[in-house]
T-cell receptor, first 115, second 111 residues
Framework: DTGVSQNPRHKITKRGQNVTFRCDPI?????LYWYRQTLGQGPEFLTY????????KSRLLSDRFSAERPKGSFSTLEIQRTEQGDSAMYLC?????????????FGAGSRLTVL | GEDVEQSLFLSVREGDSSVINCTYT??????LYWYKQEPGAGLQLLTY?????DMKQDQRLTVLLNKKDKHLSLRIADTQTGDSAIYFC???????????FGTGTRLKVLA
């Protein structure tokens, strides 16, 4: 297994366009998270899936953001009508519980630049 | 409230020990975590500590937990230039599935 894979690694788009990011988690991990990270900040939680069910979504997330995990494997994060404030690194993580600790494994991220 | 705080920068000389500090707010956290982020990469788990422990040692890493003060620290012995990175502490917010990360401490190791 090559770890958590995210695509594309970089995306430059014009304001108002839609973008979609894909995350392929580690195959045996049933938990999947999306986070957003801006320069100089720690990752900020966006949403959580357990298998195909989206169990939690940040209250800070506008309705322009939607995420899916249709078969409990890969996940997509779509941002509609992008704004310059959406420019950030979007991180995906999958996890497995190890001796009671929920260990998140992160992908390298998808960097979004909105012009 | 949900808040994890860290100092922003730390600079040490190669071979010295580094101590990175973190304060958290959720006293019900069962586990507390330390992650490392190198430039252009995602976060990598370094270590974690169960809340009923005061200390955990893992090779060059020592984690100290003071539950009374909600203070967590990460000590890196014999710091190397390859340890230069951003270090994040994290806890799970009670009653939710989300993990809260600190703002990160940028460690710079001088040769």
């Amino acid at each position: 297994d090559t770890g958590v894979s995210q695509n594309p690694r970089h995306k430059i788009t014009k304001r108002g366009q839609n973008v979609t990011f894909r995350c392929d988690p580690i195959s045996e991990h049933n938990r999947l998270y999306w986070y957003r990270q801006t320069l100089g900040q720690g990752p900020e939680f966006l949403t959580y899936f357990q298998n195909e069910a989206q169990l939690e979504k940040s209250r800070l997330l506008s309705d322009r953001f939607s995420a899916e995990r249709p078969k409990g494997s890969f996940s997509t994060l779509e941002i509609q009508r992008t704004e310059q404030g959406d420019s950030a690194m979007y991180l995906c993580a999958s996890s497995l519980v190890v001796s009671g600790a929920n260990v998140l494994t992160f992908g390298a991220g998808s960097r979004l630049t909105v012009l | 409230g949900e808040d994890v705080e860290q100092s922003l920068f730390l600079s040490v000389r190669e071979g010295d020990s580094s101590v990175i500090n973190c304060t958290y707010t959720d006293s019900s956290s069962t586990y507390l975590y330390w992650y490392k982020q190198e430039p252009g990469a995602g976060l990598q788990l370094l270590t974690y500590i169960f809340s009923n422990m005061d200390m955990k040692q893992d090779q060059r890493l020592t984690v100290l937990l003071n539950k009374k003060d909600k203070h967590l620290s990460l000590r890196i012995a014999d710091t190397q230039t390859g340890d230069s990175a951003i270090y994040f502490c994290a806890e799970r917010a009670s009653g939710t599935y989300k993990y809260i990360f600190g703002t990160g401490t940028r460690l710079k190791v001088l040769a």
